[in-house]
């Protein structure tokens, strides 16, 4: 069992940043590849970006390119999200998520969710 706990998220104007963290229970960790998506009202939960097991390759959206990255510390069992050049389109629950498959990460693969923590972004 692994328990993921966001933090982090906030209101912020377009233009800011925000830095996501995702601190994992438990001692598997380095098992899994981990990943955020995300959720706008209305919207379908949408993938954002994801990590291998060892850190070494990732996995980016089109719509944040350039703009996000995620790493991750498995001696703290941590994953985060740097958000730079935050636009209101980016508005949405960012859930930190675990996977036992590849850095692409999908919805119906997600053995673990974490609660999910809100960013706004003000134009």
């Known amino acids: 069992q692994v328990q993921l706990i966001e933090s982090g998220g906030g209101l912020v104007q377009a233009g800011g940043s925000l830095r996501l963290s995702c601190a994992a229970s438990?001692?598997?960790?380095?098992?899994?590849?981990m990943g955020w998506f995300r959720q706008a009202p209305g919207k379908e939960r949408e993938f954002v970006t994801g990590?291998?097991?060892?850190?070494?390759?990732?996995s980016v959206a089109h719509s944040v390119k350039g703009r996000f990255g995620i790493s991750r510390d498995n001696a703290k069992n941590t994953v985060y999200l740097q958000m730079n050049s935050l636009k209101p389109e980016d508005t949405a629950v960012y859930y930190c998520?675990?996977?036992?498959?590849?850095?692409?990460?999908?919805?119906?693969?997600?053995?673990?969710w974490g609660q999910g923590t809100h960013v706004t972004v003000s134009s």
């Open positions: 998520a675990a996977s036992l498959g590849g850095v692409q990460l999908a919805p119906i693969g997600v053995a673990y």
């Open positions: 438990g001692r598997t960790f380095s098992n899994y590849a």
């Open positions: 990590i291998s097991r060892s850190g070494d390759s990732t």
